[in-house]
């Protein structure tokens, strides 16, 4: 599977890269709670890599694998506690991305202190 080197697809695109109907896409945010794409103002899904990523993995337990919806919800939560990642949307938190942009500054003047020495 490719995906365009994009940052966000819309659910046509992402249909499109998945091979997943549109509908489908739709009743699979429902159900998993891992598959929230962010939204825009007028309310259109924005889809990222990880997004794909994600419905490839469901696609994969449900259409290969033959397990149910809630076979597939424990089977993805089983690999994330095996797995731990945590996944934050930072475009809707400018708090993280403010905390960061002063960890850079830190680190910058830390690598400017111990080039001195």
Do not use: C
Not at 9 to 32: C, D, G
Not at 66 to 84: D, H, L, W, Y
Not at 89 to 98: G, S
């Amino acid at each position: 599977m490719h995906i365009p080197g994009k940052k966000y697809f819309t659910i046509k695109e992402t249909s499109a890269i998945t091979k997943v109907q549109a509908h489908v896409l739709r009743y699979w945010e429902k159900e998993f709670q891992l598959l929230k794409p962010v939204r825009r103002e007028s309310g259109q899904r924005r889809y990222t890599a990880s997004h794909i990523h994600m419905i490839e993995e469901i696609k994969e337990l449900l259409y290969r694998k033959k397990f149910t919806i809630a076979g597939a919800k424990k089977e993805i939560v089983k690999a994330r506690k095996q797995n731990p990642q945590i996944e934050l949307p930072m475009e809707q938190n400018p708090a993280a991305i403010e905390m960061l942009k002063k960890v850079k500054s830190d680190l910058k003047t830390i690598f400017k202190m111990l080039a001195k020495d």
